[in-house]
C-alpha cells in the first residue's frame, strides 16, 4: 500500500487529528447547546446563512491552492520530501509559498469589500458586524498557510488552530457575547473572532515551518503571483463548486422556508459534522503522500493507498452514522424541543455525508491528473443539487432541502468512482466493502429494536446506548471486516521506526 514513510506520515497525521477531534467537536456540543437554548433557531439560521456566503467567499480567494499548491510544490522539489540541504530549491518552495499567500489574500481582500456592499441587500434586518470584514481573509490565510505546513509534513500546527482555537475562541466568544447584552450580533462576531483565531495559531506555525525572516525574505515577482492563481484555476472552480454545493443547500433553503426552518437544518448539520470529519482525518497527509506518488508517477500505490483509506472511512463513519440517524430525535432535542423535528432530515444528512466523505479523497488524484474531470462533476453536482432542492424544499422544507442534497451526494459519489476508474484504472469498491456494511445493518436492526423500550425515552439512556452501539460496531469490525493487507500494515506500523519500508 506504499512505503512504510508514507504509511507512518498518514497515520501520524490520523492520530494528530483525532487528538484534536474530540476537544473541537466538545467545543461544538456546548456552543450548539448554547446556540440553541439561548440564541434560538432564527439566530442560528442567520449564522448558518452568514457562514455559507463568508465560507463561498473565501473558497472563490483560495482558488484552489488547499490542493493545487501541495501539487506546486511537489513539481518544485521534484517529489522529494526533504528540500532544506537544497538551498535554491528551498528558496524557490519559500517564494512559491509566499506568492500563493500574497495572491489569495489580495483576492479575500477585495471579496470582504464585495461582502460589505451586499450585505444590505441580503440582511437589511441585521447590521453587518465590523470583525466579519476580516472573516473572510483570516479563512484563507489559514487554508494557504497550513497547506503550506503540510507540505513539510507538519500537522500539529493545525490540529492546534483548527482543534483548540478556532472552536473554543466561538464557544467563549458566542456565551461572553451574548452575557453582555449582543443577543442579535453574538453569533455572527464570534463566528469571525474564531475565524481569527484560527488565522493566528496557523500563522505561528507557518513561522516555525518556513521561518519569518526567509519567507520575508523570499523574492516573488508579480507574474508569480498571476501563474500562482492560473495553475491553481481548474482545481481553484472545482473547490469552489464543493464548496457551494455543500452550502448553497442551507442558503437555498432560507429562500423557501425562513430563517427559523434553516435553523433546525443548521442544528442537524452540526451534528453530522462529527462523522464528516472522518475522512477529514485522512486528507492532511494523505494529500501530500498522494500529490507526491503522482509526480513519481505510481499509479499503483496510489491506487492502492485510495482503497484502503476509502473503506477505512466507510467503515469509521457507519459507526457513528447508524447510532445517530436512529436516535436522530433525542440527539436534537439535546439542543432544545423545537429542534428535534429535524429527525428526518438528520438522517438525510447522514445518508449524504456517509456517501460523499467515504469517496472524497478519489478526487485528489483526478485533481493532479485530469483537472478538468473534477470540475466537470462539480458543475453536474450544483446542477442537480439546484434542481431536486428547488423542486422538494417548497414541498417538504427543510427535509426536502436534505433529500435534494442526497440526491446530489449520491450522484457525485458514483461519478466519481467511475471516472477514477476510467480516467486511472483505479478500482476503489470491492468485496471488502460488504463486511462494515453487514455489520452496520445488523447494528442498525438492533437499535430500532431496542427503541421499543420504555427505558430508551431517557436521555442519558439514550446517549449510553449510542456510545454502546459505536464501540459493538468497531470492536466487531475490528475482528471482522480487517483484510490482510489491514492486518499487514499494522504490524508495519508497530515496527520501529527505523524498520525496512
Given at each position: 500500500?506504499?512505503?512504510?514513510?508514507?504509511?507512518?506520515?498518514?497515520?501520524?497525521?490520523?492520530?494528530?487529528?483525532?487528538?484534536?477531534?474530540?476537544?473541537?467537536m466538545l467545543a461544538r456540543l456546548i456552543l450548539m447547546l448554547?446556540?440553541?437554548?439561548?440564541?434560538?433557531?432564527?439566530?442560528?439560521?442567520?449564522?448558518?446563512?452568514?457562514?455559507?456566503?463568508?465560507?463561498?467567499?473565501?473558497?472563490?480567494?483560495?482558488?484552489?491552492?488547499?490542493?493545487?499548491?501541495?501539487?506546486?510544490?511537489?513539481?518544485?522539489?521534484?517529489?522529494?520530501?526533504?528540500?532544506?540541504?537544497?538551498?535554491?530549491?528551498?528558496?524557490?518552495?519559500?517564494?512559491?509559498?509566499?506568492?500563493?499567500?500574497?495572491?489569495?489574500?489580495?483576492?479575500?481582500?477585495?471579496?470582504?469589500?464585495?461582502?460589505?456592499?451586499?450585505?444590505?441587500?441580503?440582511?437589511?434586518?441585521?447590521?453587518?458586524?465590523?470583525?466579519?470584514?476580516?472573516?473572510?481573509?483570516?479563512?484563507?490565510?489559514?487554508?494557504?498557510?497550513?497547506?503550506?505546513?503540510?507540505?513539510?509534513?507538519?500537522?500539529?500546527?493545525?490540529?492546534?488552530?483548527?482543534?483548540?482555537?478556532?472552536?473554543?475562541?466561538?464557544?467563549?466568544?458566542?456565551?461572553?457575547?451574548?452575557?453582555?447584552?449582543?443577543?442579535?450580533?453574538?453569533?455572527?462576531?464570534?463566528?469571525?473572532?474564531?475565524?481569527?483565531?484560527?488565522?493566528?495559531?496557523?500563522?505561528?506555525?507557518?513561522?516555525?515551518?518556513?521561518?519569518?525572516?526567509?519567507?520575508?525574505?523570499?523574492?516573488?515577482?508579480?507574474?508569480?503571483?498571476?501563474?500562482?492563481?492560473?495553475?491553481?484555476?481548474?482545481?481553484?472552480?472545482?473547490?469552489?463548486?464543493?464548496?457551494?454545493?455543500?452550502?448553497?443547500?442551507?442558503?437555498?433553503?432560507?429562500?423557501?422556508?425562513?430563517?427559523?426552518?434553516?435553523?433546525?437544518?443548521?442544528?442537524?448539520?452540526?451534528?453530522?459534522?462529527?462523522?464528516?470529519?472522518?475522512?477529514?482525518?485522512?486528507?492532511?497527509?494523505?494529500?501530500?503522500?498522494?500529490?507526491?506518488?503522482?509526480?513519481?508517477?505510481?499509479?499503483?500505490?496510489?491506487?492502492?493507498?485510495?482503497?484502503?483509506?476509502?473503506?477505512?472511512?466507510?467503515?469509521?463513519?457507519?459507526?457513528?452514522?447508524?447510532?445517530?440517524?436512529?436516535?436522530?430525535?433525542?440527539?436534537?432535542?439535546?439542543?432544545?424541543?423545537?429542534?428535534?423535528?429535524?429527525?428526518?432530515?438528520?438522517?438525510?444528512?447522514?445518508?449524504?455525508?456517509?456517501?460523499?466523505?467515504?469517496?472524497?479523497?478519489?478526487?485528489?488524484?483526478?485533481?493532479?491528473?485530469?483537472?478538468?474531470?473534477?470540475?466537470?462533476?462539480?458543475?453536474?453536482?450544483?446542477?442537480?443539487?439546484?434542481?431536486?432542492?428547488?423542486?422538494?424544499?417548497?414541498?417538504?422544507?427543510?427535509?426536502?432541502?436534505?433529500?435534494?442534497?442526497?440526491?446530489?451526494?449520491?450522484?457525485?459519489?458514483?461519478?466519481?468512482?467511475?471516472?477514477?476508474?476510467?480516467?486511472?484504472?483505479?478500482?476503489?469498491?470491492?468485496?471488502?466493502?460488504?463486511?462494515?456494511?453487514?455489520?452496520?445493518?445488523?447494528?442498525?436492526?438492533?437499535?430500532?429494536?431496542?427503541?421499543?423500550?420504555?427505558?430508551?425515552?431517557?436521555?442519558?439512556?439514550?446517549?449510553?446506548?449510542?456510545?454502546?452501539?459505536?464501540?459493538?460496531?468497531?470492536g466487531l469490525a475490528r475482528l471482522l471486516a480487517l483484510t490482510?493487507?489491514?492486518?499487514?500494515?499494522?504490524?508495519?506500523?508497530?515496527?520501529?521506526?527505523?524498520?525496512?519500508?
Open positions: 500500500m506504499g512505503t512504510l514513510s508514507d504509511i507512518r506520515d498518514i497515520a501520524r497525521g490520523v492520530l494528530a487529528s483525532l487528538g484534536g477531534f474530540g476537544g473541537r448554547i446556540a440553541g437554548q439561548l440564541y434560538g433557531a432564527t439566530a442560528l439560521g442567520l449564522l448558518g446563512q452568514v457562514a455559507a456566503l463568508t465560507e463561498i467567499l473565501a473558497a472563490i480567494a483560495v482558488l484552489g491552492l488547499k490542493r493545487s499548491l501541495l501539487d506546486q510544490l511537489s513539481a518544485v522539489t521534484g517529489g522529494r520530501d526533504h528540500t532544506d540541504r537544497d538551498a535554491e530549491t528551498a528558496a524557490a518552495v519559500r517564494g512559491t509559498v509566499k506568492a500563493a499567500l500574497a495572491a489569495s489574500l489580495m483576492l479575500s481582500a477585495l471579496l470582504s469589500l464585495v461582502l460589505g456592499l451586499i450585505w444590505p441587500l441580503l440582511f437589511p434586518e441585521q447590521a453587518m458586524p465590523p470583525l466579519l470584514y476580516l472573516a473572510v481573509p483570516g479563512i484563507v490565510f489559514a487554508d494557504v498557510a497550513g497547506t503550506a505546513i503540510r507540505f513539510r509534513r507538519i500537522i500539529k500546527w493545525e490540529v492546534a488552530a483548527r482543534c483548540v482555537m478556532e472552536p473554543w475562541t466561538f464557544l467563549i466568544a458566542a456565551a461572553v457575547l451574548y452575557g453582555a447584552g449582543f443577543s442579535e450580533t453574538g453569533l455572527l462576531t464570534a463566528y469571525a473572532l474564531s475565524a481569527l483565531a484560527a488565522a493566528a495559531g496557523i500563522a505561528a506555525g507557518l513561522a516555525r515551518a518556513y521561518g519569518v525572516r526567509s519567507l520575508a525574505a523570499a523574492r516573488v515577482r508579480p507574474a508569480a503571483l498571476y501563474n500562482s492563481l492560473r495553475k491553481s484555476l481548474p482545481v481553484g472552480i472545482t473547490d469552489i463548486g464543493v464548496m457551494m454545493f455543500r452550502r448553497a443547500d442551507i442558503l437555498l433553503l432560507s429562500l423557501f422556508a425562513g430563517h427559523q426552518a434553516t435553523g433546525v437544518y443548521y442544528m442537524a448539520q452540526q451534528i453530522v459534522t462529527v462523522p464528516h470529519k472522518v475522512h477529514q482525518l485522512f486528507e492532511p497527509m494523505a494529500a501530500p503522500v498522494l500529490a507526491k506518488l503522482h509526480h513519481q508517477r505510481k499509479r499503483a500505490a496510489i491506487g492502492a493507498q485510495l482503497a484502503g483509506i476509502c473503506r477505512w472511512v466507510f467503515t469509521l463513519q457507519l459507526a457513528l452514522t447508524v447510532p445517530f440517524a436512529v436516535f436522530g430525535d433525542t440527539l436534537l432535542s439535546l439542543f432544545g424541543d423545537h429542534f428535534s423535528i429535524g429527525m428526518t432530515v438528520l438522517a438525510l444528512l447522514l445518508a449524504a455525508e456517509l456517501l460523499d466523505g467515504s469517496f472524497a479523497l478519489t478526487e485528489t488524484p483526478l485533481v493532479f491528473a485530469r483537472p478538468g474531470i473534477p470540475l466537470r462533476l462539480v458543475l453536474l453536482t450544483l446542477a442537480v443539487e439546484f434542481a431536486a432542492i428547488s423542486l422538494l424544499a417548497p414541498l417538504a422544507g427543510a427535509a426536502g432541502a436534505a433529500a435534494g442534497f442526497l440526491i446530489a451526494m449520491a450522484g457525485l459519489a458514483a461519478c466519481r468512482l467511475v471516472m477514477i476508474r476510467r480516467c486511472l484504472n483505479i478500482r476503489i469498491i470491492n468485496g471488502a466493502f460488504a463486511v462494515p456494511a453487514a455489520l452496520a445493518a445488523a447494528v442498525g436492526l438492533a437499535l430500532v429494536a431496542s427503541r421499543q423500550l420504555p427505558v430508551l425515552e431517557r436521555g442519558d439512556v439514550s446517549g449510553a446506548v449510542i456510545l454502546l452501539a459505536i464501540v459493538l460496531f468497531l490482510p493487507e489491514d492486518r499487514h500494515i499494522l504490524r508495519r506500523l508497530k515496527a520501529p521506526a527505523s524498520g525496512r519500508p
